[in-house]
């Protein structure tokens, strides 16, 4: 996908919040699946391109607000990312085979 035409298309067509494209809108019209289209919009966001998005998808930021508003949202998401990757890594614990040992051979028990 030619990230520059996705700049382009959004600055064009869907220029601030209120002109939101969903992400079925623009996989249609580009003919991308949507892993292609959030990587195309992560790497035009990583040149400095206003791509921003809300619940409504995906647009060209008109204002410096719409720009501040995705990063808060974005900035949430990584908090919960790294909440998960925290209990998961707790969760661990319960495969830890050091735990788990056989009986010894002749050992104490019953």
Sequence with gaps: MEKERLAEYLE???????NAATSWELECAFGVRGKDLRDAVNGLRR????I???GNGYFY???EQ?????????THRISGIAA????????LERFDTA?????????GGP
């Design 84 to 91: 998960a990757i925290r209990g998961l890594s707790r969760s």
């Design 47 to 50: 040149q400095g391109v206003p």
């Design 52 to 54: 921003a998005s809300n």
């Design 12 to 18: 064009r067509y869907h220029l601030g919040a209120a």
């Design 99 to 107: 735990q788990t040992r056989l009986p010894l051979e002749g050992g």
């Design 66 to 74: 719409e720009v501040r508003a995705t990063i808060a949202h974005m």
């Design 61 to 63: 930021a008109a204002t």
